[in-house]
């Protein structure tokens, strides 16, 4: 099965500042990976996500994420903080070849502040 | 395009009553839908995976007979929560799948906050 490692459930970075979110996969195939934000009581919105072609993704909101199948990383960044950007922010991966379930990280909560 | 609803956004109900919320995808076919129950602080946990017009697959540990799912068309599948409990009060997610896809992306909806009192 697959799984998702997101280190650090919570990050700080102060207003402008880089934002980065840690967050590897495990599996023997390259999958499918995603990042969705959700602000409290919300659902999820998707930022980006990564489908086999370019490996460098840009997603919503100067946000964009790598996929490094050397490091089974797709950890995502934005170069600057902004306060709105303070939310959950979960990654997931699913298996193309079994074509069904999402495996959703911990979650990182993201403060900014100002 | 691609979104998804859930009905109600909220509900407060008591013990031992049952709870349906209807998820919808709106502007296209869902022939795969999820629920995810999601606890505070916490990342979604998948309940189960229903298909169009046949049973739900529910995950290890979700009793099918509290958690009745059903999807009855391509738009549409509802959660029922059977004599609810205080301990089913989270927040509960679902998301859809169109019929043709080629990255297995899902579309979530914005979640229902159920409360059992």
């Known amino acids: 099965a697959q799984s998702v490692t997101q280190l650090g459930s919570h990050v700080s970075v102060s207003e402008g500042a880089l934002v980065l979110l840690r967050c590897n996969y495990s599996s023997s195939v390259p999958p499918y990976l995603f990042w969705y934000v959700q602000y409290p009581n919300q659902g999820l919105q998707l930022l980006l996500k990564?489908?086999?072609?370019?490996?460098l993704v840009k997603g919503i909101n100067g946000f964009e994420a790598e996929f490094k199948k050397s490091e089974t990383s797709f950890h995502l960044t934005k170069p600057s903080a902004h306060m709105s950007d303070a939310a959950e922010y979960f990654c997931?991966?699913?298996?193309?070849?079994?074509?069904?379930?999402?495996?959703f990280g911990t979650g990182t909560s993201l403060t900014v502040i100002p | 395009g691609a979104v998804v609803s859930q009905h109600p956004s909220r509900v407060i109900c008591k013990s031992g009553t049952s709870v349906k919320i209807e998820c919808r995808s709106l502007?296209?076919?869902?022939?795969?839908m999820f629920w995810y129950r999601q606890f505070p602080k916490q990342s979604l946990m998948l309940m189960a995976t229903s298909n169009e017009g046949s049973k739900a697959t529910y995950e290890q540990g979700v009793e099918k007979d509290k958690f009745l799912i059903n999807h009855a068309s391509l738009t549409l599948s509802t959660l029922t929560v059977t004599s609810a409990h205080p301990e089913d009060s989270s927040f509960y997610i679902c998301?859809?799948?169109?019929?043709?896809?080629?990255?297995?992306?899902?579309?979530f909806g914005p979640g229902t906050r159920l409360t059992v009192l």
């Open positions: 990564y489908t086999s072609a370019a490996t």
């Open positions: 998301s859809a799948r169109p019929g043709t896809f080629s990255y297995n992306e899902q579309f």
């Open positions: 502007d296209f076919q869902a022939t795969t």
């Open positions: 997931a991966v699913s298996d193309p070849n079994t074509g069904n379930q999402f495996y």
